[in-house]
């Protein structure tokens, strides 16, 4: 089913920080904007963290106002769970086709009262808990998602009827359709962000395989406040580590992954995350296994000097391998940097720093060029890098390459005011 074409100023694709922070920017300035989100909540990695370098504020206390702002403006429109499947550019203008995805939920009518999540009996893995505790069939995404709609997940669905019985309004819709819809905007902002690579991808780390081995997203979970358990238990038995390891570099800086590049922010993230869980876990000894510290932004020195100072152990080396231990802890295998020696440790739980790569493939945008690294271009990178190859389309954020969230918001504005100046220009 195709609908007519939505009429905009600027079209964002992607509701992370990046496109929550230009698309408010321009709505302030009296533009209408259309935030495409392809997660069923916006949001983006930001709402999924813990606390944040390098002040160590609360993560969701920052970025929900945000998404509550967006939601509520008068000249922004949120189209969530919606794929951007092309963009044409056509007589100055441009036109996005769009395909929205069924929730089996009907928007209009859902007041997220959760009454058939309480009622459905299937239980899933919950990805947005970093796959450590349960959600229903049939679920709101995470308590501060916006919009809050509920998400029924139809492979797993037993189809009992429940929810839909319990519904007060009648919102859940077994039968609900895809909708392909197209958006007309004067100018448009990529803001797609980043995907972490994937923990599967190296042999030599047991291929996601050994318990107790976690990524660094998951890890944030695990330390958030509304977390899955509301204190940091390792997932293989529920024990509370007494040691705790971090393996840098474990998707980045490596050819033979594809991922030659730093990913900039891990460095910063595992020495917050070596704070956070000294804090938590007091008594726990906590290794960093790095090949050099990256601590290039504002404070990030003092930062890094901070966790030494807390006792945090940072040991020069790449492990070779990762492999299961005894009692459910893991074993790193590597190269002591000062003796050479082959040295084999064990701790409770490793937390794998994965690579960032870009979310967007490239699929869909003809014109719109990517780096050899994948990440948008930019064919001016020192003195506009929220340009792009396509006039009236600018980028934002992860979706240019890996960095901090103040980075992204910086550069978010800075796109936000390339395409306010396109649009004068237009007008
Ligand atoms: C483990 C970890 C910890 C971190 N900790 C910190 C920290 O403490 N401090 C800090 O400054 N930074 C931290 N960061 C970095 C921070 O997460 C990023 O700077 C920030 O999320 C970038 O925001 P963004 O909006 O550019 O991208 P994202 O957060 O990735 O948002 C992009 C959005 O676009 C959507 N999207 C993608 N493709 C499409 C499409 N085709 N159509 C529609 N929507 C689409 C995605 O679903 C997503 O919602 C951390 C990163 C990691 C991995
Ligand atoms: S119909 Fe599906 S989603 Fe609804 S309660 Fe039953 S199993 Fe859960
Ligand atoms: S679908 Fe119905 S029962 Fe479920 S949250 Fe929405 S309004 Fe409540």
Redesign the pocket.
Known sequence: MTARAEKFDALV???????LSAALSLADQGKTVAV????AS?????IR?S???PTLDC?SCITTPKMAAAAHHENIRLFTF???LSLDRQDGKVLAKVHKRPRFVDEAKCIGCRKCEYACPVYLEDPEQGGFTAKKAISIPFGNAIPQVAVLDAQSCALCGKCARVCPTNAVDYLQQPVDFEIEARTVIM????S?NAPQMKPEYGQGRVENVI???A??RLLAPHGPYMRVLRPGDGKEPGSIAFVQCAGSRDKTLGVPYCSR??C??AV?QAMLLSGALPIADITVYYMDIRAFGKNHEQFFQNARAMGIEFVRAKPARIFQGEDLNVVLRYEDQETGAIVEREHELVVL??G?TP??DGRGIAGLHRAPDGFLQSPAPKTAPALTTLPGVFA????LGP??????IVEADAAAAEAATWLEGAE
Request: net charge negative; proline share 0%; hydrophobic share 55%.
């Open positions: 694709v992607g509701g992370g920080v990046a496109g495409v989100e392809k997660d916006i949001g983006g990695a930001m963290l606390k944040v370098f993560a919606c794929d951007l803001a797609t962000g980043f972490a990524t660094a997203l890890m944030e922010v891990c910063m993230a917050k720093s994965l960032m979310h967007w934002a954020g992860a979706a960095k901090d969230i103040v980075d992204t």
